[in-house]
């Protein structure tokens, strides 16, 4: 069956370090999202890409970075991780502009 | 860009009772509006949608009805078992940026 596979599924890092969280799908769909989920907050968008070499900036991109060099991933990069940015983030892919989102199960982050 | 509200924050049913849960949107050009269901550790997953040229939706015990002069949508849950426990976000897409908004949950306990 296809799937969305993110990880790690839990991540503690320090202050200032560089992160990278892993996404990756097997349902071929060009269009890749990254959101955080925050109490209070729902999901937010992150970054999006409608195909390889695609990138967008969602609502909430400040200190975040993604790549799309082919069609099943899609990492999102904290370049200098802070303590705001600990949050549950979730990957999702679409196979068209108007088609469900179908997400993965979650990467914990902790920034101490 | 688009403002979903959603209401309330926590609901708590007994067993067989009904669920009601809603939402508003600011974006009068929005034109889907999904519900996700998410458990505990797991990313949401789509359990019913609408469109904006439909008033009302039905998928067993869930449904979804649509006021678009109002801009207000709801998930109604009848007959509610222990299974329907979980986090419940409302969300809208715009027809201009394809971009979904979500509403920041409900979380629903079903007392047995």
């Known amino acids: 069956d296809a799937e969305i596979t993110q990880s790690p599924r839990h991540k503690i890092t320090e202050t200032g370090r560089q992160v990278t969280l892993a996404c990756h799908q097997t349902?071929?769909?060009?269009?890749m999202f990254w959101y955080r989920q925050d109490l209070g907050h729902g999901l937010r968008l992150i970054h999006y890409?409608?195909?390889?070499?695609?990138?967008n900036k969602g609502e909430v991109s400040d200190g975040y970075s993604v790549s799309r060099s082919n069609t099943e991933d899609l990492p999102l990069t904290l370049e200098s991780a802070a303590s705001s940015q600990t949050s549950v983030y979730f990957c999702?892919?679409?196979?068209?502009?108007?088609?469900?989102?179908?997400f993965g199960n979650g990467t914990r982050l902790t920034v101490t | 860009g688009e403002n979903v509200e959603q209401h309330p924050s926590t609901l708590s049913v007994q067993e067989g009772d009904s669920a009601v849960i809603k939402c508003t949107y600011s974006d009068s050009a929005s034109n889907y509006f999904p519900w996700y269901k998410q458990e505990l550790g797991k990313g949401p997953q789509l359990i019913i949608d609408?469109?904006?040229?439909?008033g009302e939706k039905k998928d067993q015990r869930i449904a979804v009805t649509l006021n678009k002069t109002a801009k207000h949508f709801s998930l109604h849950i009848t007959e509610t078992q222990p299974e329907d426990s979980a986090v419940y976000f409302c969300?809208?897409?715009?027809?201009?940026?394809?971009?979904?908004?979500f509403g920041a949950g409900t979380t629903v306990t079903v007392r047995a």
């Open positions: 609408i469109r904006s040229n439909v």
């Open positions: 349902w071929n769909h060009n269009n």
């Open positions: 969300a809208a897409r715009g027809s201009n940026d394809y971009k979904l908004s």
């Open positions: 999702a892919s679409s196979e068209s502009r108007v088609s469900p989102l179908h």
């Open positions: 890409s409608y195909g390889v070499q695609d990138t």
